[in-house]
């Protein structure tokens, strides 16, 4: 019978919230500002951890500025967390940056252009009077 939820999968899990509170209780270094930790991704001999983050900035310079700095940080986010996991052995943290969010939200945007270019061509080409106009009740309204 498989396991429902992997070793590995609930360190990533449990590796992912103490990441989380630490990075935005923990961390004063304002290069880093807001983050969010997006997912994390654990080795299954448990010595390396790809943590996914994003941040609110999509200037792809200042993104990198605050990847350098989270990579300069991680073994101080290591130490902070390992203080609170229990694991024989604390992964090594990389820091990558998830752009997932920021494509979903410029394909979400995009698709709701075309849908307001689209209702106003529509609108454009159809009369504003129709002939048998209807009331709200459903009823042909007497002239």
């Known amino acids: 019978m498989a396991k429902e939820f992997s070793r590995t ?3 990533a899990q449990q590796l992912q919230q103490e990441l989380a509170m630490v990075l935005q209780r923990d961390m004063k270094d304002p290069r880093i ?3 969010t930790v997006n997912d994390v991704d654990v080795s299954r001999d448990l010595s390396y951890a790809k943590v996914y983050v994003t941040f609110f900035e999509e200037d ?3 993104v990198q500025q605050k990847i350098d700095a989270l990579t300069v940080a991680a073994p101080y986010v ?6 609170r996991m229990k694991l024989r052995v604390m992964p090594e943290l990389r820091f990558i940056y998830d752009s997932s969010l920021v494509e979903g939200m410029r394909m979400s945007n995009l698709v709701t252009q075309v849908i307001n270019k689209d209702k106003a061509k529509q609108q454009q080409f159809t009369p504003d009077t129709p002939d048998n106009s209807e009331s709200v009740d459903g009823e042909k309204e007497q002239d």
């Not at 290591?78 to 203080?83: F, I």
Request: aromatic content about 6%; glycine content about 14%.
């Open 78 to 83: 290591r130490t902070l967390v390992a203080g």
């Open 33 to 35: 500002g807001f983050v």
């Open 60 to 62: 792809t310079e200042l």
């Open 9 to 11: 999968r609930r360190i």
